[in-house]
């Protein structure tokens, strides 16, 4: 998984400004997952530079499975952070206090998504062109919960406007023009209408 995220980023031009140098804040995003598109909540996220080149990164937030923290590094444009859930929050039939690895690389977004996945990145109320981190998220849990192992393609961005932890962007859901417009009504052919 990692490595076609990898390979993909690495095609782009390279990003002038470290991890470290982007605004900290309550990032969103979304992750895919058997061909699906599903939005991630609002987390906060800050990266402390140690020098020009690399630092810390920490932050907090909580989902569907639960609460969790974020721990990690930045080198130049890659973030390795290690999401840790805090057992007894959420979900008791997903959350067991494991940890998610997750490897980033900032980017421009859709530039380094296949046009499927750009699309869906727009759905998820993306701007055009916007800068945020591109990679995958890896969960390895040992045989003491049912030896689940799972990878999944992901990205987080700074909304444009403001917004508390927790928060999840509703998926615009584009529809076929013949199912948007009710009877009678007339539309531009090039026109996108969605729900």
Request: glycine content about 12%; hydrophobic content about 40%; proline content about 7%.
């Given at each position: 998984?990692?490595?076609?995220?990898?390979e993909?980023?690495?095609?782009?031009?390279?990003?002038?400004?470290?991890?470290?140098?982007?605004?900290?804040?309550?990032?969103?995003?979304?992750?895919?997952?058997?061909?699906?598109?599903?939005?991630i909540?609002?987390?906060e996220?800050?990266?402390?530079?140690?020098?020009?080149?690399?630092?810390?990164?920490?932050?907090?937030g909580?989902?569907?499975?639960?609460?969790?923290?974020?721990?990690?590094?930045?080198v130049?444009?890659?973030?390795?952070?290690?999401?840790?859930?805090?057992t007894?929050?959420?979900?008791?039939?997903?959350?067991?206090g494991?940890?998610?690895?997750?490897?980033?690389?900032?980017?421009?977004?859709?530039a380094g998504?296949?046009?499927?996945?750009?699309?869906?990145?727009?759905?998820?109320?993306?701007?055009?062109?916007?800068?945020?981190?591109?990679?995958?998220?890896?969960?390895r849990?040992?045989?003491?919960?049912?030896?689940?192992?799972?990878d999944?393609?992901?990205?987080?961005?700074?909304?444009?406007?403001?917004?508390?932890?927790?928060?999840?962007?509703?998926?615009?859901?584009?529809?076929?023009?013949?199912?948007?417009?009710?009877m009678?009504?007339?539309?531009?052919?090039?026109?996108?209408?969605?729900?």
């Amino acid at each position: 998984m990692m490595t076609r995220v990898a390979e993909r980023v690495g095609r782009l031009a390279p990003m002038a400004v470290p991890v470290g140098a982007t605004p900290g804040g309550n990032f969103v995003g979304c992750y895919w997952q058997d061909n699906q598109c599903h939005p991630i909540a609002a987390q906060e996220l800050r990266c402390v530079p140690i020098d020009d080149r690399r630092g810390e990164a920490s932050g907090h937030g909580f989902d569907a499975v639960g609460t969790f923290s974020l721990r990690g590094e930045y080198v130049g444009a890659r973030l390795a952070l290690t999401k840790l859930y805090v057992t007894g929050t959420g979900d008791p039939t997903e959350n067991y206090g494991h940890t998610v690895e997750l490897r980033l690389e900032y980017c421009q977004l859709a530039a380094g998504l296949p046009p499927s996945q750009a699309a869906d990145l727009a759905a998820c109320g993306a701007p055009p062109g916007v800068v945020g981190l591109l990679g995958s998220w890896h969960l390895r849990r040992g045989d003491k919960h049912d030896g689940c192992h799972d990878d999944a393609e992901m990205v987080l961005w700074l909304p444009v406007e403001t917004v508390t932890i927790g928060y999840v962007i509703p998926m615009a859901v584009a529809m076929p023009i013949e199912q948007a417009v009710p009877m009678g009504v007339a539309v531009d052919a090039s026109t996108t209408l969605s729900a």
